[in-house]
C-alpha cells in the first residue's frame, strides 16, 4: 500500500494495528448473550459510562480528557492480553508485559502522537490525576454492572471472594460515591453472608 508520506503510513498502521483491540477476549461476558466481551467492546461501554456517570462526580472534571484516557488505556492487551482483575498470579507481570507493549505500540505513530499517547496510558496507570481517578472507578463500574446482571458471571466462574471485589470497587467509593450504596446492596444480593458464590 502507498501512502502520501510517511506521517500517514505510521498513522495508518497504528489505526490497522488498534483493530486488534476486537480481537483480545475479556472474562466478563456481554449482558445479552452468552459469549465474552472484547476490549473494544469494553473500551467503548466504558466510554459511555463516563459520560452519563459524570454527573455523580464529587468533583468536576476535564470530561474530553477522561474520554482520551479510556480510549487508550487497554491499547496495551493488543501484546499483553486482557489480565483478569482477580488472577493474582498474572497481575504480578502485568506491569511488565504492558510497558513493553506500549512501547511497541505506541511506538507505530509519528514521535509526537506517540508521546501523547503513551502520557495518557500513564496518567491512567498512575490513577492521581482527578481525570485518570474517575476513569478507573468506571473501569470498575462497567465489568460489575455486566457481572451483575449475568448471574454472578466471573465472580461465579472463577470462585471470587465477596472482599475481593470489594477491595477492587474502592475507586468508586472514592469517586463516586453516590454509587456505592449500589455495590454493597449488589453485592449483599449475591453473596449474602457467604464469601463466595
Same mark, same amino acid.
Given at each position: 500500500?502507498?501512502? *502520501?508520506?510517511?506521517?500517514?503510513?505510521?498513522?495508518?498502521?497504528?489505526?490497522?494495528?488498534?483493530?486488534? &483491540?476486537?480481537?483480545?477476549?475479556?472474562?466478563?461476558?456481554? #449482558?445479552?448473550?452468552?459469549?465474552?466481551?472484547?476490549?473494544?467492546?469494553?473500551?467503548?461501554? &466504558?466510554?459511555?459510562?463516563? +459520560?452519563?456517570?459524570?454527573?455523580?462526580?464529587?468533583?468536576?472534571?476535564? &470530561?474530553?480528557?477522561?474520554? @482520551?484516557?479510556?480510549?487508550?488505556?487497554?491499547?496495551?492487551?493488543?501484546?499483553?492480553?486482557?489480565?483478569?482483575?482477580?488472577?493474582?498470579?498474572?497481575?504480578?507481570?502485568? &506491569?511488565?508485559?504492558?510497558?513493553?507493549?506500549?512501547?511497541?505500540?505506541?511506538?507505530?505513530? *509519528?514521535?509526537?502522537?506517540?508521546? #501523547?499517547?503513551?502520557?495518557?496510558?500513564?496518567?491512567?496507570?498512575?490513577?492521581?490525576?482527578?481525570?485518570?481517578?474517575?476513569?478507573?472507578?468506571?473501569?470498575?463500574?462497567?465489568?460489575?454492572?455486566?457481572?451483575?446482571?449475568?448471574?454472578?458471571?466471573? $465472580?461465579? +466462574?472463577?470462585?471470587?471472594?465477596?472482599?475481593?471485589?470489594? @477491595?477492587?470497587?474502592?475507586?468508586?467509593?472514592?469517586?463516586?460515591?453516590?454509587? $456505592? *450504596?449500589?455495590?454493597?446492596?449488589?453485592?449483599?444480593?449475591?453473596?449474602?453472608?457467604?464469601?463466595?458464590?
Amino acid at each position: 500500500m502507498h501512502f *502520501p508520506t510517511e506521517r500517514i503510513a505510521q498513522q495508518m498502521t497504528f489505526l490497522a494495528e488498534a483493530d486488534k &483491540l476486537k480481537t483480545v477476549l475479556r472474562q466478563t461476558l456481554v #449482558i445479552c448473550a452468552d459469549r465474552q466481551e472484547n476490549t473494544a467492546e469494553h473500551s467503548w461501554h &466504558l466510554i459511555l459510562a463516563a +459520560m452519563v456517570l459524570s454527573e455523580y462526580l464529587v468533583a468536576p472534571v476535564n &470530561l474530553l480528557q477522561v474520554v @482520551k484516557l479510556l480510549t487508550v488505556h487497554d491499547l496495551v492487551e493488543i501484546d499483553a492480553g486482557d489480565t483478569f482483575a482477580y488472577d493474582a498470579q498474572a497481575n504480578t507481570t502485568k &506491569l511488565e508485559r504492558e510497558q513493553a507493549a506500549a512501547e511497541r505500540i505506541f511506538g507505530l505513530l *509519528p514521535t509526537d502522537q506517540a508521546s #501523547i499517547l503513551k502520557e495518557l496510558w500513564q496518567e491512567f496507570e498512575a490513577d492521581t490525576s482527578p481525570e485518570a481517578q474517575f476513569a478507573n472507578a468506571v473501569d470498575r463500574v462497567q465489568p460489575f454492572l455486566q457481572n451483575s446482571l449475568t448471574d454472578g458471571g466471573t $465472580w461465579k +466462574m472463577h470462585l471470587v471472594q465477596k472482599e475481593q471485589v470489594l @477491595k477492587r470497587m474502592q475507586p468508586v467509593k472514592r469517586t463516586l460515591p453516590e454509587l $456505592w *450504596p449500589w455495590i454493597e446492596d449488589t453485592l449483599e444480593s449475591f453473596y449474602g453472608n457467604k464469601e463466595s458464590l
